[in-house]
């Protein structure tokens, strides 16, 4: 029945869901017919010459689909299966890390595991983990601990955020920047929990930032602050792709730590491709301490 109904929706009305399902239109007709008792509210209504699905009907196909998505994997998986491509890695990755450091995972994963399939799905926090939970992810990768017995972490990577920004408004030694420095400086805000951190610290060093333009993702502020519209405070991984794209990038003195969890269901055995897929996220991590670290003997005097 629920076949059916999808079809009918999918493909614009119940001839077309019977072709593309290979049955008689009259057979279709019967089952939605079936479907609609079940339910007890009517899923498709008469509109001249034609049916349209009423606005219950298109309520449950949101659920429907969520239902498939499932189904869908399993058939994906299956093909891979069928074509002798046995290995796969899906992770699910919070925009900070998908947008800097992922990009390079893939492609280091595809020349050192050929044979392997590499799925990649970006999403908030919340909607990491719950990719995980439903066995739609082998690893999440996330900035918050989550509580749950069925997760685990198994693997952490911490550094400190750094401005990033241009020489424009960052001293071109790159050298180390306090918040009282930055007060003058105009500052790209973020939207997200990270920014209470910085609101905090701010105000623990009685500071009051000039923030004009806020956006909720750090790649985002980062393209902005390469554009010259001011200095945002990011994570590490976003901090060392905006040096590879030419930006500045200065540590912010005192140090403001972020740390990105890798969490996995707790029953689940990491392969050799989720094992190199967390070392180099360690080293990733570890490259961009390494850099800001360079400048740590240095303090900028404006």
């Known amino acids: 029945m629920i076949e059916v109904f999808r079809a009918a929706i999918m493909h614009g009305g119940i001839s077309a869901g019977a072709e593309a399902l290979g049955i008689p239109q009259p057979s279709m007709s019967r089952v939605l017919t079936d479907l609609q008792k079940v339910v007890g509210f009517p899923l498709f209504l008469k509109s001249g010459r034609t049916v349209k699905p009423t ?3 298109h309520a449950l196909m949101e659920k429907v689909q969520q239902s498939f998505l499932g189904l869908d994997e399993i058939a994906k998986f299956s093909a891979q299966l069928q074509s002798r491509r046995l290995g796969r890695l899906s992770l699910c990755v ?3 890390v998908g947008n800097s450091t992922i990009p390079q995972l ?3 994963l595809n020349t050192t595991f050929p044979e392997v399939a ?3 799905r970006i999403a908030s926090y919340m909607d990491v983990w719950r990719h995980v939970l439903n066995r739609q992810a082998d690893i999440g990768i996330t900035a918050d601990i989550v ?5 685990e972490t198994v693997a952490e990577f911490s550094g400190d955020c750094v401005c990033v920004g241009t020489s424009q408004w960052l001293p071109p030694d790159k050298s180390s920047i306090t918040p009282q420095q930055l007060a003058d400086i105009p500052l790209i805000g973020l939207t997200d929990s990270f920014q209470r951190r910085l609101d905090a610290l701010f105000s623990a060093h009685g500071v009051r930032p000039q923030s004009k333009i806020e956006v909720s993702a750090s ?6 602050a390469l554009r010259g519209m001011g200095v945002a405070i990011v994570d590490p991984l ?9 930006g500045v990038v200065v540590p912010l003195r005192p140090g403001l730590p972020y740390t990105v969890y890798a969490t996995a269901m707790s029953d689940t055995r990491l392969g050799k491709p989720a094992q190199e897929a967390l070392r180099f996220l360690a080293d990733a991590t570890a490259q961009a301490k390494s850099m800001s670290s360079m400048n740590k003997s240095m303090t900028w005097q404006p």
């Open 55 to 57: 606005a219950e009907a």
């Open 94 to 96: 919070i925009p900070s």
């Open 106 to 108: 893939v492609e280091h």
């Open 118 to 120: 590499v799925s990649v």
């Open 147 to 151: 509580s749950s017995g069925e997760l």
């Open 219 to 224: 790649h985002t502020a980062s393209e902005l």
């Open 238 to 246: 976003t901090g060392e792709h905006h040096r590879q794209r030419g």
